[in-house]
Nanobody
């Protein structure tokens, strides 16, 4: 059974930092592109950042220079370090794993709230 479990969400003041973690099980983690997405109330779910199996990263323009995605294949975990947080970063953050053949798996999400 595939599971992606996010952790590390919470309430933080503007300008602060949080690190999200997503622990995966039931997949060959090293073969998956892993991504972080977010969905604010009333808005669509958008890509925040992703990282390929080879370590290539991609970021949304709104988070470039503030967020860093990384992965630890030995721990089957992907991270999202979020610095200089803004109220607009408030959202539920979801982890997604995508295999090369197209299969996708999602976590249940972690709420991040940034107060002004």
């Amino acid at each position: 059974q595939v599971q992606l479990v996010e952790s590390g969400g919470g309430l933080v003041q503007a300008g602060g930092s949080l690190r999200l973690s997503c622990a995966a099980s039931g997949i060959i983690f090293s073969l998956y592109t892993m991504g972080w997405y977010r969905q604010a109330p009333g808005k669509q779910r958008d890509l925040v950042a992703d990282i390929t199996s080879g370590g290539t990263t991609n970021y949304a323009d709104s988070v470039k220079g503030r967020f860093t995605i990384s992965r630890d294949n030995a721990k089957s975990t992907v991270y999202l370090q979020m610095n200089s947080l803004k109220p607009d970063d408030t959202a539920v953050y979801y982890c997604k794993g995508r295999a090369s053949y197209g299969m996708e798996h999602w976590g249940k999400g972690a709420l991040v709230t940034v107060s002004s």
